[in-house]
């Protein structure tokens, strides 16, 4: 290219996609309607050049992030030369490198003096997505007709005007109208991403900007193998541990992954990994790929720019039909939550070979989904369930884990509910929402303290959707840090009867009055606990957080 | 002859601005002195009082001051360094660790180094209470007061000075939290006491027990510095007004900034946009943003005929949801430092080098190249007239650290890196900018640029040619432009309640009632602050937000619209807020609206220091022009030779063509080559772009301005 790189201009670049695309974020964040995309923010916003390669994103959940890419450039290869200026694609579809059936995309290809140049993409959590159970989550489905409506790339708006009928027809098969604005709202924020891009290309010029995004590119990618770099050349092998496939009762499934350092690059292969399920446990190849992507991440340096330059040098193989990339029309609405144990194995197989830079287990997910009528206001009510969810991270070399963090996939960008707006939103009253004593896995750094939330149920008929994990295996100590506690939900019903749901579940029927308990455990501990600074380990015992029985058996503590 | 002094606490210098009606403003600057800083109030009005003329004893001086307006970072600073008081907690029974679990958040989500801040108050001290309302207000369990005893005691035997109550859904019902605090006051007659319903009585209980937690956390301290301040100014002999600078923009009295610390979290920079607004009023204009570089940070807010607000502030990672303006901070000033990262990018900030040792060319053993050192290399400071020649920059320092870790990594000349490290800082500030204004529905294209601060006026060129914003206008002040704002400031009240009902069923009395109380509470308190009932205002604000939408949108409603229980006119006014801030309403599909909140700001109107009109002294800027000098060209990326002018010595109507450098004592200001500059009937600078003499008509046309 003869273009000459001005090194200034470059950073200029980077920090404007960056800003770009946080607005976009914000954009949505204020404007859309379901609790699981304004509070708990579970989208994405990226941009991404002609070409589909991404140029920046803001992943308030890393779990949808790294399937965008991929997807742009299916959809440029679907629609080739029939791509034009105020075109809007919807997309969703697993089989076509979507992650989830929930996690619908909206696509807006955007030109400059008549040249496809870039794409602004919104990928966010819809509370609905037709199938057979509202919210998604069906855990008897076997195949992606029982979970979901696919849509593979289709306009729903072309050179500027809304197809009515094609939009009739997807919005038919969905039951919230909720869903409708909060896809709009996806529109809304392409076309802030779009309106600032351009603005940027009328600025610069299209020969200034395709030659710098590759120089960004390359930068990024020098800092990403530099990084990979310092991991020890050689191969490294762990596994992590799936339980229940909500349709087998004692089933257990195992992820293997084998990483193989050479240099500046780093192969993860999980083609021993267990085969897939006949239930909706099962990964799309993108999902399993960003959890890989992000749990790697993390081992790194947090600033690298996130573009095609940092994903380029890592390499990924997942064999179709295993549990981690099913087969079509496999079920897979679950597949997201196989982040958990996929960085399990992750963190297990590299801790020998950077102990400095691997966390030991962090709380698996387990949580509910209740919906039921409010009776004092006679109104539907959808509780996503966010407020008893958020467990420990796993310790690591140095610093402990984080409390009430959440699982790995969010890794605290997913917040709990405002107490008062929970009580607000749903029928039920909070009894107990609060860290919980001795949750943390114990270390010479401990791992993050999980919680326990108990509620009443304040609807008759309520209904319970259960998903997750986490209830038999706890998160795991490492280098001699211990093993954090279990997690569990529990109803205990008004005439005194317990129902245990398990860790995928539908429960029906259940009456006003029954109190709601669950523990999202805590974070697993790394090096040995009897090695805990004394005077930090004193405070703990004043503030409650470890108990001085616990103290003294895991942590050799005497007054 | 009024007289009024504006003082701001800074962390380097504390700033002066002396206002006698129809004289023009005087400038002075103490170095501040962190561990009291009321003696650099002292040291400064000594310095003052000599300057006059005839210079007069301190003594004799004070006596004669009307009013004194003062901002403090004392609450900042204690919330920043975690040195605030000692606390207790009296929350609900199984919630006690909602102040510590703040949600679950963890801002940087792939940094698993990043650790979680320190609660404000120690989970021993955090005491559950049984007791419970349910979401309307009405109780389920009574308060049980052993309980809280049991923790006063705790409270009282490990040295507690200040304890917070907040009880969930107390916003419903304040009635379990005024009993919790009848028996703290009982029993605990010396503590500092914040009462979440008495401070925030709105929904959402983490911002709530935040907020009352973070002004128990400063009461105390804020408490202790005051005692000093007005025991130093009662013993010079001041007898005058003092009003203290609250976060929302507005002044109170000491009296009840004692008593809501946490109004004071953002007092230093509050003073400045309302400032702002003064200067822009030569060019008709009532919008402006206002931006300040410091020496760490870069500061930037909006106003539209006031300055904005926001309800969700952080501080420190700590929520506060009391009213503050708006003012987005960046990591971007004179000291940030330049750095390449591993993929070989140029960064600025946000690291600084800060005071000391300072940028590199302070001489003071600084290695790293900060923003500064590359103004040095760029000729826009001269070495010999940095703070009017009280220090000297050491410019082989600056062009050394920038060819170490710039210019040579890179492969550019010192220059060339130089330039790029002034880019990059102007494109971090621009980006600030964006922050206040795009992202809050305004175009920057509108408004007025007022850079202040002291290298604020070296970059804005730059900046506004980023944004295309064609005016700028920098004050004679703008080195001390908070502190003259504070001058310019209202005494202000806010109140909050909340009000759960879909606008078409609203109880309009039961509401108008409920504004009613606290426009009489805010009338109260004017009442304490002399301001006469003709000065005062009372604006009332909903939060408002479309049914099952989670964030509201608040605007202001008239008074009489809530008389008349006007739907039509109060859904229009939110309709066009909505669509303003988001770019769609649902106006024609005619989605129903709730209200959440009601607000009412009382406001009591202060004296403003009345200014002289500068008389026209014509184009000719000659007189004024003391040499010339090379400096980078931004729109050439080409050095040359630049007219210098003294800034002292312009005159109202005086006008240069860019590029061109215009130097005052505290202030350099950049006229790169795309813009002219002309001075304006208060003396500011008036920086326009090339032919766009529309927008500063007032500088030439003296008939109408001198009238």
Known sequence: MSTKIDPILLSVYARTFKSITDEMSISMEQTTRSPILCEAKDYVTGLYDGDGNMLEQTENLPILAFSLAPVCKYIKDYFADDLHPGDVIFHNDVFSLGNQNNDVAVYKPIFHSGKLVAWTAVKGHQADIGGNVRGGYNPNAVEVWQEALRIPPVKVVEKGKLKKDVWNLIFANIRLDIVQHDMKAEMGACTVGERRLLELLDKYGLESYEAHKQALFDATRKMMEAEIAKIPNGKYSGEGYVYYDGRHEGSKFTIRVDIEVKDKSIKFDYSRTDAQTNGFVNGTFTSSASATILTLLQMVNPDIPHNEGMVSPIEIVIPEGTILNAAYPKATTFGNHLCPPNADAIQRALGPAMPDRVTAGWNNLLCSLTTGTDPEKNEAYVDIGFMGLKGGSGAMLGIDGYDHIGMIDASGGVLDQDYEMFEQQTPHRLLKHELLTDSAGAGEWRGGLGVETIFEIGSEDTQLVTFGDGDFEPAFGLFGGKDAGLNFIRLHYPDGQTVVPKNKDLITGVPKGTVYHQVASGGGGYGDPKKRDRKTLAEEIRNGVISKEAAMRDYGYSE | ?707
């Open chain 2, 1 to 707: 002859m009024t007289l009024k002094i504006g003082i701001d606490v800074g962390g380097t210098f504390t700033d002066f601005a002396v206002t006698r009606d129809g004289a023009e403003p005087a400038i002075f600057k103490s170095l501040s002195t962190p561990s009291d800083p009321s003696i650099a109030v002292v040291n400064g009005l000594t310095d003052i009082a000599a300057a006059q003329n005839p210079p007069q004893t301190l003594e004799a001086f004070a006596a004669t001051i009307d009013t004194i307006v003062h901002g403090t970072t004392v609450t900042t600073n204690a919330t920043l360094t975690h040195t605030g008081a000692k606390c207790g907690l009296l929350t609900t029974e199984g919630i006690r660790d909602a102040l510590e679990m703040r949600r679950g958040i963890r801002e940087e989500q792939y940094n698993n180094r990043y650790a979680n801040v320190k609660p404000l108050v120690p989970r021993y001290l955090r005491a559950g209470i049984k007791g419970r309302l349910d979401r309307n207000g009405d109780e389920v369990t009574p308060l049980d007061l052993a309980q809280v005893k049991q923790a006063i005691d705790l409270f009282k035997q490990d040295g507690v000075q200040a304890v917070s109550i907040c009880f969930m859904n107390s916003f419903a019902n304040p009635a379990h939290e005024q009993a919790a605090a009848k028996l703290v006051k009982q029993e605990m007659p010396g503590a500092y006491l914040s009462v979440s319903t008495d401070l925030l009585p709105s929904i959402r209980f983490y911002e709530r027990i935040s907020t009352t937690a973070l002004n128990s956390y400063v009461g105390p301290k804020l408490n202790h510095y005051l005692d000093q301040l007005v025991g130093r100014l009662k013993g010079i002999g001041f007898h005058g007004l003092l009003l203290i600078m609250q976060s929302n923009g507005g002044v109170i009295s000491p009296q009840l900034a004692r008593e809501k610390a946490a109004l004071t979290l953002l007092s230093g920079p509050a003073g400045g946009p309302g400032a702002g607004l003064f200067y822009v009023t030569p060019h008709g204009q009532d919008k402006c943003i206002t931006t300040d570089m410091g020496g760490t940070s870069f500061e930037a807010s909006v106003a539209v005929g006031s300055p904005m607000i926001k309800n969700d502030g952080e501080i420190a990672r700590h929520k506060i949801a009391l009213p503050m303006l708006d003012i987005h901070t960046i990591g971007a000033g004179g000291g940030s430092i330049g750095w390449l990262d591993e993929g070989g990018m140029l960064r600025m900030g946000p690291q600084s080098a800060g005071a000391d040792p300072g940028p590199a060319c302070y001489g003071k053993g600084g290695q790293l190249p900060a923003t500064t050192d590359a103004n040095v290399v760029l000729g826009y400071l001269d070495p010999n007239y940095f703070a009017g020649g009280k220090m000297k920059l050491d410019v082989a320092a600056a062009r050394k650290a920038i060819e170490t870790h710039i210019a040579k990594p890179m492969g550019l000349s010192v220059e060339d890196a130089a330039a790029g490290m002034y880019r990059v800082a102007c494109n971090n500030m621009a980006q600030g900018v964006r922050e206040v204004t795009i992202k809050r529905g305004f175009d920057p294209r509108e408004f007025p640029f007022i850079p202040a601060g002291g290298a604020g006026p070296i970059h804005s060129c730059l900046i506004c040619e980023e944004l295309e914003i064609p005016l700028q206008i920098v004050p004679r002040e703008s080195s001390v432009l908070c502190a003259f704002g504070m001058l310019m400031s209202e005494l202000k009240h806010d109140f909050v309640r909340t009000f759960v009902a879909k606008l078409e069923a609203v109880d309009w009395k039961k509401l108008g009632a409920m504004i009613d109380e606290m426009s009489a509470e805010g009338a109260r308190q004017l009442t304490e602050e002399r301001i006469p009932e003709a000065r005062r205002r009372h604006d009332i604000k909903f939060d408002c937000r479309y049914i099952k939408q989670y964030h509201e949108v608040s605007f202001l409603v008239p008074r009489e619209l809530v008389a008349m229980g006007d739907v039509a006119a109060i859904s229009r006014a939110f309709h066009a807020e909505h669509n303003r801030l988001y770019g769609y309403s649902l106006e024609a599909e005619g989605a129903p609206i709730e209200i959440i909140n009601v607000r009412v700001q009382s406001i009591g109107f202060t004296d403003k220091p009345s200014y002289r009109g500068e008389t026209f002294a014509g184009e000719d800027a000659s007189g004024a022009l003391k040499g010339r000098r090379s400096m980078y060209i931004p729109e050439t990326k080409k050095f040359a030779d630049v007219p210098v002018f003294d800034g002292h010595k312009m005159r109202f109507g005086n006008r240069i063509d860019g590029p061109a450098m215009v130097e005052q004592e505290t202030t350099a200001i950049f006229v790169s080559a795309a813009y002219d500059c002309v001075v304006d009937a208060l003396g500011s600078f008036a920086i326009y772009r090339k032919g766009r003499e529309d927008l500063v008509k007032s500088c030439f046309a003296k008939e109408e301005v001198t009238a």
